[in-house]
């Protein structure tokens, strides 16, 4: 029997290889865009006829190719961007696959401009089906410009297959917008049948976001910045809401790359968990910057699904990130879900630039105190940082808000089915000027604000507030010690000592001093402020076993462990009665928080209750 195997015609290869790469026009559309990139053009124009299925065009600034290379550009396998395989795993371009130019020109009329900055003429080249019709020499500016035209001409099955003009148009946009998004220091322009449906200048991100997605998009960001060893986040999230219905505003680059990730899309949703209403997505626009040897890109012809090595990581800092943000611009649960998006966040977001409340923490604040004489006389070793927070809380709270833009127009919104109901009741006398907090049940404070009513959780917010402290102090290293009059002697087995004396350090920068550390027992000279000397033990404890325990999902650092423990440790417990001062100091703490709305553990330390909810029941 003869052989039968033979190899294929490149033509052909050429034509296999399309089907992958090039599924409809919006595929050559991301294609040369990211060769336009690849080519540090800083200027690129995207245009299009009938959809893409008549001509797709992209010409750059870039720094061309010279006459051997524009010839070899459209063989198969031919790439200037990668060496060996191990480039595959630093790579810093889009494309390394090589196979682009040549499989778009198996299945169109390619023409190809393009010139060196060095070169005084450039090269034009014509093919078709991968076939070269004319190769000249050309006047043409710096840069290259391809235009593909006929797409498919020799595949009718394809051709026939491609959707209506809205259709295909809709999914350039999408390549568009998401090469535009990943690069906003480059300047594009996208044309559509002669007129211009993008003008992006260069500009910042927020800039850049705004410029596709609208004016208004930018009061819908919230800003998401976090930087840790393996990852650093950068961009935004919009606000809950402005969630949308679709996923249409749900962009992930990953060094600059967009990528399709249901994996870590599901990290950003539990991080908006409690924040959405049912069938809404949040918007996102985020950047991951991680280390390509981290990365495979080259897992799908498109690229647009990468493998990370360490997803678990990725998702746990993705999340907190963002809850960080959420939690920073204070977007925190309300009861009502059903009411107006309007009602869904206590504070006006309008026009606020992302500015923290710079009220520094009242460290005299001394729950454990039964302080009825009504001063907190700040302890002897105590540096003095003993002022009593001068800012009402409710100012801090509105401060949330920023204070340029607080507008009764937007608590006009909240508007009533019932019209016997006054509007003034909630808007004017009632509740600013005379500020009542009560306890109830031992373990809520209630107070009034001016949408509604707020309910913070005693424990919890106390939690928040201890934690920031303690952070405070772990990371800048400043202890305050309260000197023991007598020593404390405690006992604690082998292993435990191996810890205490792995945490010393952090221990003692919370304002811990040890005067011995043996075998299986210490001796404590001093502690933080704030800690009874009849809680020690039990901060310890538990401290020594939320280490073994460590979940590193949740806690990325030993300090952030310390502190995430000593705080719940240290928290005012339910149950514990606070008197109207105590209360008022709580609640002026922990709106000079950072994040004042969760709990180290992300949950929520207040709810709010807004009046149009309550209406609701008395209708
Ligand atoms: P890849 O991008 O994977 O390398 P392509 O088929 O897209 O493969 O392109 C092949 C080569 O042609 C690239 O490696 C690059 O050297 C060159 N090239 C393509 N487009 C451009 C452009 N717009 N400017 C400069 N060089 C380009
Ligand atoms: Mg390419």
Redesign the pocket.
């Known amino acids: 029997m003869s052989d039968i195997i033979q190899l294929l015609p490149d033509h052909v290869a050429n034509q296999i290889a399309a089907g992958e790469v090039v599924q409809r026009p919006a595929s050559v559309v991301k294609?040369?865009l990211?060769?336009?990139i690849?080519?540090d053009?800083n200027e690129v124009k995207l245009i299009i006829k009938d959809a893409g299925k008549t001509l797709v065009q992209?010409i750059?600034d870039?720094?061309?190719?010279s006459t051997t290379?524009?010839r070899?550009?459209?063989e198969r396998h031919?790439?200037?961007?990668?060496k060996s395989a191990e480039d595959l795993f630093q790579l810093n371009?889009?494309?390394?696959?090589?196979?682009?130019?040549?499989?778009?020109a198996a299945i169109a009329h390619v023409e190809l401009k393009?010139k060196e900055a060095d070169s005084e003429l450039g090269t034009a080249i014509i093919i078709e089906g991968s076939a070269v019709k004319s190769q000249e020499v050309a006047v043409t500016p710096k840069?290259?410009s391809?235009a593909v035209k006929n797409l498919f001409f020799n595949i009718p099955a394809r051709r026939n297959f491609l959707k209506s003009d809205t259709v295909e148009l809709r999914h350039i946009t999408d390549e568009f917008h998401r090469v535009a998004l990943a690069h906003p220091n480059i300047a594009f322009a996208m044309y559509h049948n002669g007129s211009e449906l993008f003008n992006l200048p260069e500009s910042n991100y927020r800039q850049r976001v705004v410029n596709i997605f609208g004016s208004k998009t930018n009061e819908k960001l919230v800003p998401v910045n976090e930087e840790t060893e393996v990852l650093k986040v950068t961009g935004f999230v919009g606000k809950p809401e402005y969630s949308k219905k679709t996923k249409s505003e749900q962009f992930f680059f990953v060094n600059h790359r967009f990528i399709k990730s249901p994996y870590l899309n599901h990290a950003i949703n539990a991080a908006f968990d409690g924040l959405l209403k049912d069938g809404y997505h949040p918007s996102y626009f985020l950047n991951l910057e991680v280390d390509p040897k981290t990365i495979d890109i080259n897992i799908h012809p498109t690229k647009t699904e990468i493998k990370f090595d360490d997803e678990h990581t990725l998702y746990a800092i993705l999340r907190a990130s963002v809850k960080h943000s959420l939690g920073q611009f204070n977007i925190a649960p309300v009861l009502d879900f059903e009411s107006h998006s309007s009602l869904n966040t206590p504070y006006n977001y309008k026009d606020k630039s992302g500015k923290m409340p710079t009220i520094e923490v009242d460290r005299s604040f001394n729950p454990f105190k039964d302080d009825v004489e009504g001063q907190h006389t700040p302890q002897k070793s105590q540096p003095a940082f003993s002022k009593a927070p001068t800012a009402h809380w409710e100012s801090l709270y509105v401060g949330l808000e920023s204070k340029e833009t607080i507008d009764q127009s937007d608590f006009d919104e909240m508007t009533f089915e019932s019209h016997a109901v006054d509007k003034q009741i909630f808007t004017s006398n009632d509740v600013a000027s005379e500020k009542t907090t009560f306890q109830l049940r031992q373990k809520y404070i209630v107070t009034t604000i001016k949408s509604g009513m707020l309910v913070i959780d005693q424990n919890r917010a106390h939690q928040r507030i201890l934690y920031e402290d303690l952070l405070k102090h772990l990371t800048i290293k400043e202890a305050t010690t309260q000197q023991l009059l007598f020593p404390l002697h405690l006992h604690f087995s082998k292993s435990d000592i191996k810890i205490i004396n792995q945490i010393k350090d952090d221990l003692e920068s919370t304002g811990f001093l040890f005067s011995e550390i043996k075998d299986e027992s210490v001796v404590i000279t001093g502690v933080p402020v704030g800690v009874p000397e009849s809680e020690v033990s039990i901060v310890l404890e538990q401290l020594i076993s939320d280490v073994e325990h460590g979940v590193p999902d949740q806690n990325f650092s030993a300090s952030d462990l310390m502190a995430k423990s000593m705080a719940k440790s240290l928290a005012i417990k339910t149950g514990q009665s606070l008197n109207a001062e105590e209360q008022e100091h709580l609640l002026n703490s922990l709106f000079a928080c950072k994040e004042p709305s969760v709990t180290p553990s992300n949950k929520s330390t207040f709810i709010t209750l807004e009046v149009g909810a309550i209406e609701k029941k008395f209708m």
Not at 62 to 65: E, I, N, P, R, S
Not at 93 to 104: C, D, N, P, V
């Open positions: 294609e040369l990211e060769n336009a690849d080519a053009a992209v750059d870039g720094k061309g190719m290379d524009a070899l550009s459209f031919a790439t200037s961007k990668i371009t889009k494309g390394f696959r090589g196979e682009a130019l040549a499989s778009i393009t840069g290259t391809v």
